[in-house]
């Protein structure tokens, strides 16, 4: 077993010395810690974006800048004018279908409103979409610059608006079209009754009187319906083609001021970034 006692060593420098403990290793103590502070101080703000960059690198930026510029214009030009064709081309099978299963003498005011509407929201529809590419167009020119903010993209409305003109759905009428309406009805009533003639008088049938309307009412009423179905087709007709060429104009106005949106978007963004940059570029 361990002894707990001190250990006593003996030398032989003398009486006085002979019995002198041993002392205790003892570990130093080391200072303690200071203290971490409470609050850290804040980092220094972040320099403006002059300070971060040098002058070449702005130069070098601007360089690439038009390059960047006319390749992102024209594919959000390219994307804004198939997306116009394509809702246009929707609106026009639909006013077709529409025109198809009416009346268009009787149901043309509902045509009208449809058909303005229809077209208007379809092209602010395009215009949303283009001004959102070149806004995100925006923002990806000022990480291109490392600029700390984008240049803002607000548009003002659009101007082109729809108003389909009703009176292209008249149907010129011929000449004598109202008589030879007259004569198509009448020689069918007159079948008929020749049918009843042929019936009771050569055939010798003994068929009452009354009878003899059904012929005339069923040949004159099928002629009446073929003419009724033959005016409503031509209506169609004209409907068809009158909605066709107001959507064509319509496209084409459509399309001429998206031109000029993307042109004054061009221009305003390319300004906007060239005004901040140049001073960049020029300072030494």
Not at 53 to 61: C, L, N
Not at 84 to 94: D, G, K, Q, S
Not at 237 to 266: N, P
Request: hydrophobic share 45%; with cysteine.
């Amino acid at each position: 077993m361990l002894s707990t006692q001190e250990t006593v060593i003996t030398t032989s420098a003398g009486p006085s010395a002979c019995l002198m403990p041993l002392p205790r290793l003892v570990r130093p103590v080391r200072p303690a810690r200071p203290a971490a502070p409470a609050v850290r101080p804040a980092r220094p703000a972040r320099p403006v974006a002059r300070a971060d960059r040098s002058a070449d690198f702005y130069r070098e930026r601007a360089s690439q800048w038009g390059e960047l510029r006319a390749t992102a214009f024209e594919a959000i030009s390219s994307r804004a004018a198939y997306d116009l064709r394509a809702r246009i081309a929707t609106v026009m099978t639909e006013a077709q279908d529409h025109v198809e299963d009416t009346d268009p003498g009787r149901t043309g005011a509902e045509l009208k409103a449809w058909l303005d509407a229809r077209l208007v929201t379809e092209l602010h529809g395009t215009r949303h979409g283009t001004v959102a590419a070149v806004r995100a167009f925006s923002a990806r020119a000022a990480a291109h610059f490392a600029l700390p903010g984008t240049v803002p993209v607000d548009p003002g409305p659009g101007r082109v608006t729809s108003d389909f003109d009703t009176a292209r759905l008249a149907v010129n009428k011929k000449k004598n079209s109202t008589l030879s309406t007259s004569i198509n009805i009448g020689m069918r009533a007159y079948m008929g009754f020749m049918i009843f003639f042929v019936l009771t008088q050569v055939m010798a049938l003994a068929v009452p009187a009354w009878i003899g309307l059904l012929p005339v009412l069923l040949l004159g009423g099928v002629a009446l319906f073929e003419e009724h179905r033959k005016r409503v087709e031509q209506r169609q007709y004209q409907a068809s083609e009158a909605v066709a060429q107001h959507i064509g104009e319509f496209a084409d106005r459509a399309s001429r001021e998206m031109e000029e949106l993307l042109r004054d978007l061009d221009l305003g963004v390319d300004t906007a970034y060239r005004s901040r940059v140049e001073p960049l570029m020029a300072a030494v």
